[in-house]
């Protein structure tokens, strides 16, 4: 719409009146103008009643004039000479500005448009490098775990301290769990040899007194030993979700028990002959140095696991 002051009302009329004279001289209809020149009825009947601030805009009021004259055979270079003295230069110049401005604002849009998928592509590329950064730090962290894990340290029977993990090699904790099942046999027979030389010397006053002196056999000894280390059976109700766990040694063999909380229940080097009940959250994961030779009981039934036997090492979960 224009906003510059029309002219008077003569020259208003001038255009429209000599356009629908025109009309009517050539025998048209207001439909069979506006079907000509792509407009609608109601902009042909605004451009013969001088109503042209009802059009789109100044530029295309004059355009419209002009189409208008060359359908009709007149002058349209005289019209629209008409059309610019009614609205003044000054709003023809305002009027192209404005559509400058529209067309700087549409390419402003567009550079914007432009841009925001530009930081929207980026955004989606940093989370996804981001997401798989997080990815690749935590795989690491788990398959370092189980090393420190499964890191044990045991006491041989000289005093010395022997770490092993399961990474060594087999035949390294084989040869170590033979070492330490044939110490205590010599550290043994060493303190039997002792015991002996000072029951002796014990024994030698009262056998001047000639008073009788009865020793206890080994095997007695050896019985005693054993029922100290036999753990207490008695039938106890597990919570849900808790599991019971007995284990018999008949070599030496280094363990770890560890619950489902990641919790360590029980590690360290168990002598030939002792047995160990632990309870704790299934599933147990027990790890086992030596595997030979050791019978496992869980919540009361026997269990066979020859088949995680590996070498002479096993690694079995119980309670899955």
């Given at each position: 719409?224009?906003?510059?002051?029309?002219?008077?009302?003569?020259?208003?009329?001038?255009?429209?009146?000599?356009l629908?004279?025109?009309?009517?001289?050539?025998?048209?209809?207001?439909?069979?103008?506006?079907?000509?020149?792509?407009l609608?009825?109601?902009?042909?009947?605004?451009?013969?009643?001088?109503?042209?601030?009802?059009?789109?805009?100044?530029?295309f009021?004059?355009?419209?004039?002009?189409?208008y004259?060359?359908?009709?055979g007149?002058d349209?270079?005289?019209?629209?000479?008409q059309?610019d003295?009614?609205?003044?230069?000054?709003?023809?110049?305002?009027?192209?500005?404005?559509?400058?401005?529209?067309?700087?604002a549409?390419?402003?849009s567009?550079?914007?448009?432009?841009?925001?998928?530009?930081?929207?592509?980026?955004?989606?590329?940093?989370?996804?490098?981001?997401?798989?950064?997080?990815?690749?730090?935590?795989?690491?962290?788990?398959?370092?775990?189980p090393?420190?894990?499964?890191?044990?340290?045991v006491?041989?029977?000289d005093?010395?301290?022997?770490v092993?993990?399961l990474?060594?090699?087999?035949?390294?904790?084989v040869?170590?769990?033979?070492?330490?099942?044939?110490?205590?046999?010599?550290?043994?027979?060493?303190?039997?040899?002792?015991?002996?030389?000072?029951?002796?010397q014990?024994?030698?006053?009262?056998?001047a007194?000639?008073?009788?002196v009865?020793a206890?056999?080994?095997?007695?000894?050896?019985?005693e030993?054993?029922?100290v280390?036999e753990?207490a059976?008695?039938?106890?109700?597990?919570?849900?979700?808790?599991g019971?766990?007995?284990?018999r040694?008949?070599?030496?063999?280094?363990l770890?028990?560890v619950?489902?909380?990641?919790?360590?229940?029980?590690?360290?080097?168990?002598?030939a002959?002792?047995?160990?009940a632990?309870?704790?959250?299934?599933?147990?994961?027990?790890?086992l140095?030596?595997?030979?030779?050791v019978?496992?009981?869980?919540?009361?039934?026997?269990v066979?696991?020859?088949?995680a036997?590996?070498?002479e090492?096993a690694?079995?979960?119980?309670?899955?």
């Amino acid at each position: 719409m224009s906003d510059a002051p029309l002219a008077t009302d003569a020259q208003t009329m001038t255009i429209g009146d000599t356009l629908r004279e025109a009309r009517i001289a050539a025998g048209l209809t207001v439909v069979d103008v506006a079907s000509k020149l792509n407009l609608t009825a109601q902009a042909v009947e605004s451009i013969e009643t001088h109503q042209f601030e009802r059009l789109p805009g100044t530029t295309f009021a004059r355009g419209y004039i002009r189409s208008y004259a060359k359908v009709l055979g007149l002058d349209a270079d005289q019209l629209a000479q008409q059309f610019d003295q009614l609205v003044g230069s000054s709003s023809l110049v305002g009027v192209v500005h404005s559509i400058d401005q529209v067309g700087e604002a549409r390419r402003v849009s567009r550079g914007m448009l432009q841009f925001s998928v530009f930081v929207i592509v980026l955004i989606v590329i940093g989370a996804a490098y981001y997401a798989w950064q997080m990815f690749n730090r935590v795989e690491p962290e788990a398959s370092i775990k189980p090393a420190v894990f499964e890191r044990v340290e045991v006491e041989r029977a000289d005093g010395s301290v022997h770490v092993q993990t399961l990474d060594e090699p087999e035949d390294q904790a084989v040869a170590f769990a033979l070492e330490a099942q044939t110490a205590p046999e010599t550290a043994d027979i060493e303190t039997e040899s002792v015991n002996q030389d000072e029951a002796l010397q014990a024994v030698e006053p009262e056998v001047a007194q000639e008073e009788p002196v009865q020793a206890l056999p080994p095997a007695a000894e050896q019985v005693e030993s054993n029922t100290v280390n036999e753990p207490a059976t008695q039938p106890v109700e597990l919570a849900p979700g808790v599991g019971a766990l007995e284990m018999r040694f008949e070599n030496d063999c280094w363990l770890r028990i560890v619950d489902a909380d990641g919790n360590e229940i029980s590690s360290g080097l168990k002598r030939a002959g002792e047995q160990l009940a632990v309870t704790g959250k299934a599933p147990l994961d027990v790890h086992l140095g030596y595997a030979r030779g050791v019978s496992i009981v869980y919540n009361g039934e026997p269990v066979d696991f020859s088949s995680a036997v590996r070498g002479e090492t096993a690694r079995i979960k119980l309670g899955q």
